[in-house]
């Protein structure tokens, strides 16, 4: 079982997959090609065909296999995922039983707060760390201003500069990684096929040209792929987004903004909003500058999204009932009939 511990096999997975038949053998996905899957087992690697009836599987899980077919989930412990694009209430799976969240970011294009929080709650979310990852450090030209203000805008959050050109903090992300199962998030053109590279001494991901006008990239990577890493622990790599729509809940939005659930313990009231009630530790501190009120700005954008995402999951949630109540019915009333006649 070698192959599979190189790639994150553990007690706590030969444990889950015990409960299944001997004639079945344990895999991890390693692609998902939308109607198959690659998975990896003691035996190498196999595409097996998604089946009616399966839960969705994402890259990163692990599975009970007999033969090519999936007989079992088994239960993760880390699942990223996100809103998917354009729609309300489907979600996105974008990588399973993760524990590093690698929030890419290019230094050939600014770096927004905004989109490091989200990539943050995603990442509270799905039960990982979050760790961003600032790329192409070599066409950066003050980095020192640059770590002052995110260590001000994100004081919570893990910070690690690399160039995949000049391999600058390439160790010191190589040694984060190992024994652990990352997976990169960024948009398109930031520089995860780059540092993939880099990272497991190979060509295995492709890499594509930015844009000099803007600097965005193309998606040079359709889907979602794990990598062995020489040193230990692998890596998903994964297309690039546009746009992170959160999943999550409150809690995820609490962990992201740890400063201001440390500040909250000194409100006045224990069910302070921070939207000008009396004696509110949080409003204070961004009056004396402890605290920048677009963090705090930040902070009441994503629970309002959230809150948004809930509500819009018990409405969709309400709907299914009602459609599942409404066929119970009418399946009745045909049943009735049939047998009155």
């Not at 007690?11 to 344990?26: G, K, M, Q, T, V």
């Not at 921070?274 to 920048?292: D, F, M």
Request: charged share 30%.
């Amino acid at each position: 079982m070698d192959s599979l511990r190189a790639i994150g096999y553990a007690p706590r997975w030969e444990a889950l997959f015990a409960a299944y038949e001997p004639s079945a053998e344990p895999g991890r996905v390693v692609r998902h090609d939308g109607v198959s899957l690659q998975v990896r087992t003691s035996t190498g690697v196999r595409r097996v065909p998604l089946r009616r009836g399966l839960p969705p599987l994402a890259v990163g899980d692990w599975i009970a296999v007999d033969d090519e077919r999936v007989v079992a989930l088994l239960d993760r412990f880390s699942l990223l995922r996100r809103r998917a694009a354009g729609s309300d209430d489907e979600q996105q799976l974008l990588a399973a039983n993760v524990d590093l969240v690698l929030l890419v970011a290019g230094l050939d294009r600014p770096v927004t707060a905004g989109r490091i929080r989200r990539g943050e709650a995603l990442a509270f979310d799905a039960g990982a760390q979050p760790v961003l990852v600032l790329t192409k450090a070599d066409l950066a030209d003050d980095l020192d201003d640059l770590r002052a203000r995110l260590a001000f805008d994100h004081p919570w959050l893990e910070v690690l500069v690399t160039s995949s050109v000049t391999e600058d903090g390439l160790d010191e992300l190589r040694s984060r990684m190992v024994g652990a199962t990352s997976v990169l998030v960024g948009e398109s053109g930031a520089g995860k096929s780059a540092l993939v590279n880099a990272l497991t001494e190979t060509d295995a991901a492709g890499v594509g040209a930015v844009r000099h006008g803007d600097h965005k990239g193309r998606h040079t990577t359709t889907s979602r792929q794990l990598h062995e890493l020489p040193g230990g622990g692998v890596v998903i790599d994964s297309p690039g987004i546009r746009e992170i729509g959160l999943a999550g809940d409150d809690a995820s939005v609490e962990a992201t903004f740890g400063d201001i659930g440390a500040l909250a313990a000194g409100c006045r009231f224990g069910d302070c909003r921070h939207a000008g009630e009396p004696g509110c530790a949080v409003v204070l501190a961004v009056e004396s500058g402890e605290l920048a009120a677009e963090r705090l700005a930040g902070f009441h954008e994503l629970r309002a999204e959230t809150a948004a995402a809930a509500r819009r999951a018990d409405e969709h949630e309400r709907r299914a009932h009602e459609r599942q109540f409404t066929k119970q019915v009418r399946a009745f009333v045909r049943s009735d009939r049939h047998n009155k006649r």
